[in-house]
């Protein structure tokens, strides 16, 4: 059974969305503390969450910030203020779709199974394996040696592409190429904060030289790491 984690201070709607869920073998779980969301999303670990953007204390899209700075999992936007720029704000922050109140409960749980499906029943099919290191492509997990880290999107897509080319120079140009086909931008700097960030995960888990920069030509997976 899938967990949906719903961050709305309306009542009627989550009781609604609730009972909707419960005919497709969804848990949908209420915010309790709107000031703890982030300590909640940690305790529940939902495989997907519905954000109000109007909340007490904290807007959504701040406490979409919060959960996209450790996690990728799904986040649907719902408001009534269905403007544009609203929704442009909801993508930026994080969001993977956004819904107009007032919306049709069943169209909402389309697309809460619509996502479901692209993140975790096709991701599973796959498991990248190098040596003692698992990569993870359903939730965006590393994996090594018992121990295991979270990734990013722009993380997990680094080291994907770090993975396939084990043993061979990936210049920066084909990361960033990568990378710009995906659902994001990033330039030749933020390319390098999130190499530098992946290396400080990786140091954590053991494998500080596991990414070897090969000045003027890019970076190399260390081969004998693994």
Avoid at 184 to 191: A, E, P, R, V
């Amino acid at each position: 059974m899938y967990k949906i984690y719903m961050i709305e201070d309306n009542e009627g709607i989550f009781e609604a969305s609730k009972k909707y869920g419960e005919k497709y073998d969804l848990q949908f779980i209420n915010v309790n503390n709107f000031r703890k969301i982030t300590e909640e999303f940690t305790e529940i670990q939902p495989h997907l969450v519905i954000m109000d953007i109007g909340l007490p204390a904290f807007d959504g899209y701040y406490w979409c910030s919060k959960i996209r700075e450790h996690s990728t999992v799904p986040i649907i936007f719902l408001s009534s203020a269905a403007l544009n720029m609203n929704m442009v704000m909801a993508m930026n922050m994080g969001g993977d779709d956004f819904v107009a109140k007032p919306f049709d409960y069943e169209v909402l749980l389309a697309k809460i199974q619509a996502l479901l499906r692209r993140t975790y029943s096709f991701g599973t099919v796959e498991q990248k394996d190098k040596g003692e290191l698992y990569l993870n492509t359903a939730n965006c997990t590393l994996v090594y040696r018992g121990a295991s880290v979270d990734l990013t999107k722009n993380e997990y897509r680094i080291l994907s592409v770090f993975m396939d080319n084990k043993g061979k120079i990936v210049s920066r140009e084909k990361l960033m190429d990568t990378l710009w086909e995906s659902d994001c931008y990033i330039d030749d700097n933020t390319l390098t904060v999130n190499i530098n960030r992946l290396r400080k995960k990786l140091s954590n888990i053991g494998l500080s030289s596991l990414i070897i920069t090969k000045k003027g030509l890019g970076y190399l997976l260390e081969v004998q790491t693994l």
